[in-house]
C-alpha cells in the first residue's frame, strides 16, 4: 500500500498547488491514500469549510489537523459530521470531533489514521499525547495492521520519543506544524517509519508559510500585526511512504518537494 503524506497546507497558494499538481501525482505514483495536514489551510489560520472541501475534492483523502484547527468557528458542526477532517484526538472529551478515522476505500484497503498534538513549546493544554495514542492504538488498532500518526508537535523530542513510543505498532509515526521538513526519515527498529517533521504545502519565500517583512518586524517590535500568507516559491513538500498492508510495517519513507509553477496573484 502507498501512501502519501503532506505537511500543513498554507493558504490560498497551498490549496490551489495541491489542485493543481496532486490528482495526477495520485495516478501517476499509484498512490492508495493520501492525506494533508489542514490547519492553516484558510488564510494561513484554520480551515474553513470551503478549504477543507477543496482539498478533499482535490485528490486528498483524510485531513488531520492541530492547534490551529479551532481558529475558524463554522469548522465546528462539519468536524462532528465529516469524519475525513481530524482534530487531535487529545483535546478535552466533549469538544467537536474526533482524532482518529478507520478509513477504507472501494478496493478494500484499510488504515487507522490518527492526530495527536504534542504539549511541549505548545500553546494548548491539552491531554497526554503518548497515553492518548496507546488507547487509540488498543482500541482501534484491530481495524488494519496500517496505522498511521501525525503528531503534530513544536519539540523534535517529543516526536522522537512518540516515533520510539509506537515503534512496531504504527507504520507511521511523522511531525507536523513547524512547516519546516527534516532529512531525518528513516524506519525504526521494529518497522515503523518516522520523519520530525513533513514540512509544509505552501510559499517557501516566507517565514513558515507567512509574508516575511511582517514576522520579521513582529520580532524586532514585539507589537501584534495581522499576518498575510506569502505568495512566492509555492513547494508541496512530505512523503510517500510504502508499507506492507497485511504485516503493518513500513518498507520505503522518501521525502518529496514538489515545486508549483502557477502564480499566487
Ligand atoms: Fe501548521
Ligand atoms: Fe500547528
Partial sequence: MRILILGDVVGRPGRRAIG?????FVRSESIDLA????ENAAGGMGVDVKSAEELLSGGIDVLTSGNHIWKKKEIYPYLENHSHLLRPANYPSGVPGRGWLEWQNEQGLRALVVNVQGRVFMPSHVDDPFRCADSILREHGSHSPVVIVDMHAEATSEKNAMGWFLDGRASVVY???THVQTADERILSKGTAYITDVGMCGPVDSVIGIEKEAVIEGFLNQLPRKFEVA???VVLQGVILD???TSGRAQAIRRIRLPWKG???
Avoid: Q, Y
Wanted: glycine share 4%; hydrophobic share 30%; net charge negative.
Fill in 175 to 177: 511531525g507536523t506544524h
Fill in 263 to 265: 502564480s499566487e496573484t
Fill in 35 to 38: 492525506i494533508a495536514n489542514a
Fill in 20 to 24: 493543481d499538481l496532486i490528482p495526477s
Fill in 243 to 245: 508499507v506492507d498492508d
Fill in 231 to 233: 505568495r512566492d516559491n
